[in-house]
């Protein structure tokens, strides 16, 4: 098992878009440990730590922003993303 932990905060050019900065351990309270250390700094909403295995991916662990408010997704090519929820509109 892997676990990576995406720290994930504001972009100065689009508030509707978050940079993410992923890190891998092997350890879950390895990545927990590197997501609080992180939390400091100016800038960080908060950190998702992810267990990932040879066929699925869940979260392990999350800090900041809440959870209705976050969209965490994974592409085919085993890129994560952490970003903020699209919001409903009503036409």
Do not use: H
């Not at 979260?59 to 085919?76: F, K, M, Q, T």
């Amino acid at each position: 098992m892997n676990y990576i932990c995406i720290t994930f905060g504001p972009t100065l050019a689009d508030p509707n878009y978050w940079w993410n900065d992923k890190e891998r351990f092997s350890t879950q309270r390895a990545a927990e440990r590197y997501g609080i250390e992180k939390m400091p700094i100016a800038g960080t909403f908060g950190y998702v730590v992810i267990e990932e295995t040879e066929d699925s991916w869940q979260v392990v662990d999350e800090l900041g922003a809440p959870a209705n408010a976050v969209s965490i997704s994974c592409d085919r090519l085993g890129t994560y993303s952490v970003q903020p929820a699209p919001k409903l509109i009503m036409v």
